[in-house]
């Protein structure tokens, strides 16, 4: 189970978009490339930077973006964390690797509210980039989310 506020934290982003461009501003890492195959099932509606990472007035770039989007067939929304890894490292803890993203390492989980709003997740190093998709508003699967992730990972590596 996961407190309510954790679950906002993601259920809520699309209130707090910084913006519809596809340029992302101010970041400090070149973004990923999307594939193409994720704008056939989806439609890109902004991002947001991570709190923790982003300051506000600007000085420094941040250092972890999400991308939202919402799939065209359904309520799905599909949101793209990701984080660089030049000059940092990411680990995963072993007794949670439950998955395999182009033979990464990965984490799978579905994160559910005590109000039962839930979202899924999977998480992974890539060799640029620390990622996680968050998969909310319809029954997406994981191996749905893990074809994301290995097409995001073949494409960026």
């Given at each position: 189970t996961t407190d309510e506020e954790e679950i906002s934290r993601i259920t809520d982003l699309?209130?707090?978009?910084?913006?519809d461009d596809s340029v992302i501003k101010n970041?400090?890492?070149?973004?990923?490339?999307?594939?193409?195959?994720l704008n056939e099932k989806y439609r890109y509606e902004g991002y947001v930077y991570d709190s923790v990472t982003y300051n506000p007035d600007n000085s420094q770039p941040a250092n972890t973006v999400r991308r939202l989007y919402r799939k065209m067939d359904s309520n799905g929304v599909?949101?793209?964390?990701?984080?660089?890894l030049e000059n940092a490292q990411s680990s995963l803890v072993k007794e949670f690797v439950n998955a395999s993203v182009s033979d990464s390492a990965a984490m799978y989980a579905i994160n559910k509210s005590p109000s039962n709003k839930e979202y899924s997740l999977l998480t992974w190093n890539g060799a640029k980039h620390s990622y996680t998709l968050y998969q909310y508003g319809d029954n997406t699967t994981q191996q749905e989310l893990l074809e994301i992730a290995e097409n995001l990972t073949k494409i960026n590596n």
């Open positions: 699309e209130n707090n978009l910084t913006s970041l400090s890492f070149e973004p990923s490339k999307i594939p193409e195959s599909l949101v793209i964390e990701e984080s660089t």
